[in-house]
Nanobody
């Protein structure tokens, strides 16, 4: 059983858009904080956005104003709309949950899916 399933990754040119989707199992999604992080080869994991059960959102500075996180509780889904993509946005993108308090603006995520690749060319 897959708890978190991402989709929507792909290859785009700089300035393009992508919309990532994540479907979670009911036991995972219900009343939980959800979010997205990414990891590029040779780089540390980078939290991108989180959304609380009531819809409150937080963003990393690197994507604030370009990315929008949203959720559809009827579908157990969370989305990441990515606009004005840059080559530095390239990486594997993960849908995540089980949020824990961290020292930064975004929570630490303790459970995540298999990931979906995003490649942005210049």
């Amino acid at each position: 059983q897959v708890d978190l399933m991402e989709s929507g990754g792909g290859s785009v040119q700089a300035g393009g858009t992508l919309r990532l989707s994540c479907i979670a199992s009911s036991s995972i999604y219900n009343s939980r904080c959800m979010g997205w992080f990414r990891q590029a080869p040779g780089k540390e994991r980078e939290g991108l956005a989180s959304i609380g059960a009531r819809g409150g959102t937080q963003y990393a500075e690197a994507v604030n104003g370009r990315f929008t996180i949203s959720r559809d509780n009827a579908k157990n889904a969370v989305y990441l709309q990515m606009n004005s993509l840059k080559p530095e946005d390239t990486g594997m993108y993960y849908c995540a949950t089980d949020c824990r308090v961290s020292d930064g603006p975004l929570p630490r995520f303790m459970r995540w899916g298999q990931g979906t690749q995003v490649t942005v060319s210049s």
